[in-house]
Protein backbone atom coordinates (compact mmCIF):
# COMPACT_ATOMS: atom_id res chain seq x y z
CA UNK A 1 0.00 0.00 0.00
CA UNK A 2 2.89 2.23 0.73
CA UNK A 3 4.26 1.33 -2.19
CA UNK A 4 1.31 2.31 -4.24
CA UNK A 5 1.09 5.93 -1.94
CA UNK A 6 4.66 6.71 -3.26
CA UNK A 7 4.24 6.32 -7.08
CA UNK A 8 0.96 8.10 -7.18
CA UNK A 9 2.39 11.11 -5.45
CA UNK A 10 5.26 10.71 -7.87
CA UNK A 11 3.11 11.21 -10.80
CA UNK A 12 1.09 13.74 -9.13
CA UNK A 13 4.31 15.81 -8.65
CA UNK A 14 5.78 15.12 -12.00
CA UNK A 15 2.15 16.81 -13.53
CA UNK A 16 2.59 19.83 -11.12
CA UNK A 17 6.15 20.06 -12.25
CA UNK A 18 5.43 20.41 -16.02
CA UNK A 19 3.95 23.17 -18.07
CA UNK A 20 0.32 23.26 -18.94
CA UNK A 21 -0.37 24.89 -22.69
CA UNK A 22 -4.38 25.80 -23.37
CA UNK A 23 -5.49 27.62 -26.73
CA UNK A 24 -9.28 28.77 -27.03
CA UNK A 25 -10.83 30.27 -29.95
CA UNK A 26 -13.55 32.36 -29.47
CA UNK A 27 -15.99 31.38 -31.90
CA UNK A 28 -16.13 28.74 -34.39
CA UNK A 29 -18.80 30.57 -36.83
CA UNK A 30 -17.97 34.24 -37.97
CA UNK A 31 -19.73 36.76 -40.29
CA UNK A 32 -17.78 38.46 -42.92
CA UNK A 33 -15.22 41.16 -41.37
CA UNK A 34 -16.24 39.87 -38.01
CA UNK A 35 -14.28 40.36 -35.06
CA UNK A 36 -12.79 36.82 -33.64
CA UNK A 37 -10.56 36.28 -30.48
CA UNK A 38 -7.84 33.60 -30.04
CA UNK A 39 -6.11 32.79 -26.84
CA UNK A 40 -2.90 30.61 -25.97
CA UNK A 41 -2.52 30.55 -22.14
CA UNK A 42 0.83 28.53 -20.57
CA UNK A 43 0.62 28.10 -16.92
CA UNK A 44 3.19 27.18 -14.43
CA UNK A 45 6.71 28.19 -15.98
CA UNK A 46 8.70 28.12 -12.96
CA UNK A 47 11.07 30.78 -14.83
CA UNK A 48 11.20 29.08 -18.35
CA UNK A 49 11.41 31.65 -21.57
CA UNK A 50 8.36 31.19 -23.75
CA UNK A 51 9.02 31.28 -27.91
CA UNK A 52 6.95 32.13 -30.31
CA UNK A 53 6.24 33.94 -33.20
CA UNK A 54 6.69 38.07 -32.67
CA UNK A 55 3.61 40.66 -32.46
CA UNK A 56 0.83 40.22 -35.39
CA UNK A 57 3.09 37.79 -37.28
CA UNK A 58 1.24 34.78 -35.30
CA UNK A 59 -1.78 33.91 -37.82
CA UNK A 60 -1.31 32.88 -41.61
CA UNK A 61 -2.19 35.04 -44.81
CA UNK A 62 -6.21 34.89 -44.47
CA UNK A 63 -6.47 35.85 -41.17
CA UNK A 64 -6.33 40.10 -40.41
CA UNK A 65 -4.25 41.00 -36.87
CA UNK A 66 -6.44 43.62 -35.35
CA UNK A 67 -4.34 43.49 -32.34
CA UNK A 68 -1.85 41.14 -30.45
CA UNK A 69 -1.17 41.20 -27.20
CA UNK A 70 1.07 39.35 -24.84
CA UNK A 71 1.57 39.62 -20.75
CA UNK A 72 3.77 37.80 -18.62
CA UNK A 73 2.90 37.85 -15.05
CA UNK A 74 4.28 35.18 -12.33
CA UNK A 75 4.60 31.73 -13.81
CA UNK A 76 1.46 32.69 -16.28
CA UNK A 77 2.25 33.02 -19.75
CA UNK A 78 -0.68 34.54 -21.99
CA UNK A 79 -1.29 35.84 -25.67
CA UNK A 80 -4.29 37.41 -26.70
CA UNK A 81 -4.92 37.87 -30.51
CA UNK A 82 -8.31 39.68 -32.18
CA UNK A 83 -8.58 38.85 -35.69
CA UNK A 84 -10.89 39.02 -38.39
CA UNK A 85 -11.31 37.28 -42.03
CA UNK A 86 -12.58 39.29 -45.31
CA UNK A 87 -13.37 35.96 -47.59
CA UNK A 88 -16.00 33.48 -47.32
CA UNK A 89 -14.74 29.83 -46.69
CA UNK A 90 -13.76 27.77 -44.12
CA UNK A 91 -10.22 28.40 -42.65
CA UNK A 92 -7.93 25.80 -40.80
CA UNK A 93 -6.34 27.80 -37.87
CA UNK A 94 -2.83 25.04 -37.46
CA UNK A 95 -1.37 23.95 -34.31
CA UNK A 96 1.77 26.08 -33.57
CA UNK A 97 4.81 25.00 -31.90
CA UNK A 98 5.38 26.71 -28.61
CA UNK A 99 8.95 26.56 -27.49
CA UNK A 100 9.24 26.67 -23.69
CA UNK A 101 12.44 26.20 -22.60
CA UNK A 102 13.76 23.45 -23.77
CA UNK A 103 10.46 21.55 -24.17
CA UNK A 104 7.95 21.88 -27.30
CA UNK A 105 4.54 22.35 -27.18
CA UNK A 106 1.99 22.32 -29.42
CA UNK A 107 -1.72 24.24 -29.77
CA UNK A 108 -4.67 22.73 -30.35
CA UNK A 109 -5.80 23.41 -34.37
CA UNK A 110 -9.23 24.83 -35.42
CA UNK A 111 -11.16 24.93 -38.20
CA UNK A 112 -13.08 28.48 -38.88
CA UNK A 113 -16.03 29.21 -41.05
CA UNK A 114 -17.00 32.64 -42.38
CA UNK A 115 -20.02 33.31 -43.45
CA UNK A 116 -21.45 35.95 -45.55
CA UNK A 117 -24.93 37.11 -43.62
CA UNK A 118 -26.09 39.06 -46.86
CA UNK A 119 -29.00 37.86 -48.15
CA UNK A 120 -29.42 37.05 -51.71
CA UNK A 121 -33.40 38.40 -52.33
CA UNK A 122 -32.52 41.06 -49.72
CA UNK A 123 -34.61 44.24 -51.23
CA UNK A 124 -32.66 47.69 -51.73
CA UNK A 125 -34.72 50.91 -51.36
CA UNK A 126 -33.88 54.19 -52.71
CA UNK A 127 -34.71 57.03 -50.77
CA UNK A 128 -35.15 59.47 -53.65
CA UNK A 129 -36.65 58.41 -57.24
CA UNK A 130 -33.35 58.99 -59.72
CA UNK A 131 -33.94 61.82 -62.23
CA UNK A 132 -32.65 62.79 -65.10
CA UNK A 133 -29.85 65.57 -65.23
CA UNK A 134 -28.53 67.36 -68.69
CA UNK A 135 -24.51 67.53 -68.49
CA UNK A 136 -22.38 70.08 -70.36
CA UNK A 137 -19.23 69.86 -71.82
CA UNK A 138 -17.60 71.27 -68.78
CA UNK A 139 -19.81 68.43 -66.77
CA UNK A 140 -18.11 65.53 -68.47
CA UNK A 141 -14.67 67.37 -68.34
CA UNK A 142 -15.14 67.42 -64.42
CA UNK A 143 -16.10 63.90 -63.94
CA UNK A 144 -13.43 62.48 -66.73
CA UNK A 145 -10.34 65.02 -66.33
CA UNK A 146 -8.47 62.81 -64.00
CA UNK A 147 -9.21 59.64 -66.41
CA UNK A 148 -7.94 61.47 -69.25
CA UNK A 149 -4.56 63.02 -67.13
CA UNK A 150 -4.06 59.20 -65.45
CA UNK A 151 -3.99 57.95 -69.37
CA UNK A 152 -1.56 61.30 -70.30
CA UNK A 153 0.56 60.35 -67.42
CA UNK A 154 0.45 56.40 -67.89
CA UNK A 155 1.50 57.11 -71.58
CA UNK A 156 4.24 59.20 -70.60
CA UNK A 157 5.54 56.78 -67.95
CA UNK A 158 5.44 53.60 -70.44
CA UNK A 159 7.98 56.20 -72.75
CA UNK A 160 10.01 56.81 -69.59
CA UNK A 161 10.57 52.91 -68.91
CA UNK A 162 11.53 52.31 -72.40
CA UNK A 163 13.91 54.75 -72.47
CA UNK A 164 15.59 54.01 -69.47
CA UNK A 165 15.84 50.41 -69.97
CA UNK A 166 16.97 50.73 -73.71
CA UNK A 167 19.98 53.54 -72.65
CA UNK A 168 19.98 54.50 -69.08
CA UNK A 169 20.61 50.34 -67.50
CA UNK A 170 22.89 48.89 -69.88
CA UNK A 171 26.12 49.72 -67.44
CA UNK A 172 23.98 48.92 -64.32
CA UNK A 173 22.68 45.64 -64.70
CA UNK A 174 26.19 43.46 -65.30
CA UNK A 175 26.24 40.49 -63.05
CA UNK A 176 29.35 42.21 -61.46
CA UNK A 177 27.13 44.72 -60.74
CA UNK A 178 24.48 42.97 -58.98
CA UNK A 179 27.04 40.47 -57.03
CA UNK A 180 28.66 43.28 -55.26
CA UNK A 181 25.24 45.01 -54.25
CA UNK A 182 23.62 42.10 -52.82
CA UNK A 183 27.06 41.16 -51.02
CA UNK A 184 26.40 44.97 -49.22
CA UNK A 185 22.94 44.24 -48.74
CA UNK A 186 24.10 40.67 -47.17
CA UNK A 187 26.61 42.64 -45.10
CA UNK A 188 23.93 44.97 -43.60
CA UNK A 189 21.79 42.08 -42.92
CA UNK A 190 25.19 40.39 -41.05
CA UNK A 191 25.19 43.45 -38.98
CA UNK A 192 21.66 43.08 -37.61
CA UNK A 193 23.29 40.16 -35.66
CA UNK A 194 19.80 38.73 -36.29
CA UNK A 195 21.45 35.45 -35.64
CA UNK A 196 22.91 36.16 -32.30
CA UNK A 197 19.95 37.52 -30.72
CA UNK A 198 17.83 34.46 -31.68
CA UNK A 199 15.47 36.69 -34.23
CA UNK A 200 15.05 33.53 -36.77
CA UNK A 201 12.12 35.01 -38.55
CA UNK A 202 13.20 38.58 -38.81
CA UNK A 203 16.46 37.17 -40.32
CA UNK A 204 15.19 34.50 -43.11
CA UNK A 205 12.35 37.04 -44.04
CA UNK A 206 15.23 39.69 -45.04
CA UNK A 207 17.39 36.75 -46.19
CA UNK A 208 14.70 35.47 -48.82
CA UNK A 209 13.97 38.72 -49.64
CA UNK A 210 17.58 39.90 -50.43
CA UNK A 211 17.92 36.64 -52.70
CA UNK A 212 14.96 36.77 -54.61
CA UNK A 213 15.27 40.22 -55.69
CA UNK A 214 19.23 39.03 -56.31
CA UNK A 215 17.79 36.29 -58.79
CA UNK A 216 15.03 38.45 -60.61
CA UNK A 217 18.19 41.09 -61.38
CA UNK A 218 20.91 38.42 -62.05
CA UNK A 219 19.13 35.37 -63.60
CA UNK A 220 16.26 37.53 -65.14
CA UNK A 221 13.56 35.19 -63.04
CA UNK A 222 10.02 36.55 -61.92
CA UNK A 223 11.64 35.40 -58.66
CA UNK A 224 9.75 38.80 -56.37
CA UNK A 225 6.17 37.09 -57.35
CA UNK A 226 6.62 33.29 -57.61
CA UNK A 227 5.47 31.35 -54.81
CA UNK A 228 8.98 28.99 -53.44
CA UNK A 229 7.37 25.65 -55.21
CA UNK A 230 6.27 27.86 -58.06
CA UNK A 231 10.20 29.54 -58.51
CA UNK A 232 11.59 26.10 -57.74
CA UNK A 233 9.95 24.30 -60.85
CA UNK A 234 10.87 27.47 -63.00
CA UNK A 235 14.75 27.38 -62.04
CA UNK A 236 14.79 23.77 -62.11
CA UNK A 237 12.85 23.85 -66.29
CA UNK A 238 15.08 26.63 -66.70
CA UNK A 239 18.58 25.27 -66.04
CA UNK A 240 20.25 28.66 -66.16
CA UNK A 241 21.03 28.08 -62.63
CA UNK A 242 23.87 25.47 -61.37
CA UNK A 243 22.55 22.40 -59.59
CA UNK A 244 25.32 23.39 -56.90
CA UNK A 245 23.03 26.78 -56.54
CA UNK A 246 19.55 25.35 -57.37
CA UNK A 247 20.08 23.04 -54.10
CA UNK A 248 21.17 25.67 -51.97
CA UNK A 249 17.86 28.09 -53.45
CA UNK A 250 15.58 25.00 -52.55
CA UNK A 251 17.00 23.82 -49.49
CA UNK A 252 17.09 27.90 -48.22
CA UNK A 253 13.80 28.93 -49.60
CA UNK A 254 12.18 25.78 -48.02
CA UNK A 255 13.31 26.57 -44.40
CA UNK A 256 12.34 30.16 -44.97
CA UNK A 257 9.06 29.52 -45.39
CA UNK A 258 8.58 26.92 -42.44
CA UNK A 259 9.85 29.56 -40.42
CA UNK A 260 7.30 32.38 -41.72
CA UNK A 261 4.87 29.99 -40.51
CA UNK A 262 6.20 29.19 -37.16
CA UNK A 263 6.59 25.24 -38.43
CA UNK A 264 10.25 25.14 -36.90
CA UNK A 265 12.37 27.14 -35.30
CA UNK A 266 16.08 26.45 -36.46
CA UNK A 267 19.26 27.32 -34.14
CA UNK A 268 22.02 29.63 -34.76
CA UNK A 269 24.72 27.30 -36.77
CA UNK A 270 22.09 26.32 -39.06
CA UNK A 271 21.04 30.31 -39.55
CA UNK A 272 25.25 30.80 -40.18
CA UNK A 273 25.19 27.98 -42.85
CA UNK A 274 21.97 28.88 -44.45
CA UNK A 275 23.87 32.74 -44.53
CA UNK A 276 27.15 31.61 -45.49
CA UNK A 277 25.50 29.33 -48.52
CA UNK A 278 23.66 32.25 -49.83
CA UNK A 279 26.81 34.18 -50.28
CA UNK A 280 28.35 31.32 -51.81
CA UNK A 281 25.34 31.34 -54.53
CA UNK A 282 25.71 34.86 -55.35
CA UNK A 283 29.71 35.27 -55.68
CA UNK A 284 29.34 32.12 -57.99
CA UNK A 285 26.73 32.86 -59.46
CA UNK A 286 28.40 35.16 -62.33
CA UNK A 287 30.19 31.45 -63.72
CA UNK A 288 26.30 30.52 -64.04
CA UNK A 289 26.16 33.87 -66.51
CA UNK A 290 29.25 32.81 -68.30
CA UNK A 291 28.24 29.58 -69.22
CA UNK A 292 24.38 30.68 -70.16
CA UNK A 293 26.27 32.87 -72.57
CA UNK A 294 28.70 30.76 -73.94
CA UNK A 295 25.77 28.39 -74.47
CA UNK A 296 23.90 30.76 -76.70
CA UNK A 297 26.78 31.50 -78.47
CA UNK A 298 26.74 27.90 -79.47
Do not use: C
Not at 36 to 64: C, M, W
Not at 102 to 114: A, G, M, R, S
Not at 214 to 228: E, I, S
Not at 279 to 285: A, M, N, Y
Amino acid sequence: MKKLLFIVLGLLSLALSGQTLFSVLEKKTIALAEPNTYKIRIDDLAGKSVQLAPRNELLPFHFEEISDSISLQGDHYERLITFTVFEQGQFTLPAFEVKVGDQILKTIPYTLEVVNTAQKGDKINDILKNRQVELTLGDYWELYKFYLLGLLALVAIVFLIIAFIRYGRKQKSSPKVATNQTLKALTQLKKKQYIESGNYRAFYVELIDISRAFLTRQYRLPADVLLTDDLLDLIHMNQTVSSANEAIIKDVFQRGDLVKFAKTFPDEPTMEKDFESIVQLVKDSTKDIEFENLRKDV
